[in-house]
């Protein structure tokens, strides 16, 4: 019913940039929540930034003043952009998307969740 598909991560030097973008497609009603996730090896599954319908955002503590998201409303994107990256940013980024479905009943909301993507970073 919905697809979220993630663009934007690779290999970048310590002190890089990149800009994850995160596009839904689908039978989507109304877009609720978007968060960034991450996962290192052998580490648990842990929010980076997220941002509710309100536009209010959400921040890991290591990521404050570094990375910045935001949407699209129109297009049904989020974003994750990510400057003065450091070698411990390195983990695959996921996004998660809390979703109305065109069909389910006022007010239900589903989670989803892109395929993940890459970041490495180089010291």
């Known amino acids: 019913q919905v697809q979220l598909v993630e663009s934007g991560g690779g290999l970048v030097q310590a002190g890089g940039s990149l800009r994850l973008s995160c596009v839904a497609s689908g039978r989507i009603f109304s877009i609720n929540y978007m968060g960034w996730y991450r996962q290192a090896p052998g580490t648990e599954r842990e929010l980076v930034a997220d941002?509710?319908?309100?536009?209010?955002?959400n921040y890991l503590d290591s990521a404050k003043g570094r990375f910045t998201i935001s949407r699209d409303n129109g297009k049904n994107t989020v974003y994750l952009r990510m400057n003065s990256l450091k070698p411990e940013d390195t983990a695959v980024y996921y996004c998660n998307f809390r979703l109305g479905v065109i069909g389910d009943p006022i007010g239900y909301s589903r989670t989803y969740w892109g395929q993940g993507i890459q970041v490495t970073v180089s010291s």
């Open positions: 941002i509710n319908s309100g536009g209010r955002t």
